[in-house]
């Protein structure tokens, strides 16, 4: 499985952000959908999940501003988050693993997101 991200980019504080994930070739309903940022000096953290039927868990204190979909029909994952902060700047990365695994074995290769003061 080869996992794409995009919609990572230089934005402005108070904007918003939306991330789409999708993978080729692959049925990514078959698989439990996450989301991970790491920013630049700090470690890599677990935001968001979605499961294949849309049960949606978070992570620590970041992912309860975030918001995770998919659309099954486009074969897509979202993420999405409003009003942007700074530390928001991040490298995004898609994730997926079967639904009875605990090892998140399917990485994207991150999307970089700028968020300007």
């Known amino acids: 499985v080869q996992l794409q991200a995009s919609g990572g980019g230089l934005v402005q504080t108070g904007d918003s952000l939306r991330l789409s994930c999708t993978a080729p070739?692959?049925?990514?309903?078959?698989?439990?959908m996450g989301w991970f940022r790491q920013a630049p000096g700090k470690e890599r953290e677990f935001l968001i999940q979605?499961?294949?039927?849309?049960?949606?868990g978070y992570g620590g204190s970041a992912g309860g501003h975030f918001t995770v979909s998919r659309d099954n029909a486009k074969n897509t994952v979202y993420l999405q988050k409003n009003s942007l902060k700074p530390n928001d700047t991040a490298i995004y990365y898609c994730v997926a693993r079967l639904k009875n695994s605990r090892t998140w074995n399917t990485w994207g290769p991150g999307t970089q997101v700028t968020v300007s003061s």
């Open positions: 979605i499961s294949s039927t849309g049960e949606i």
């Open positions: 070739g692959v049925t990514l309903n078959n698989f439990v």
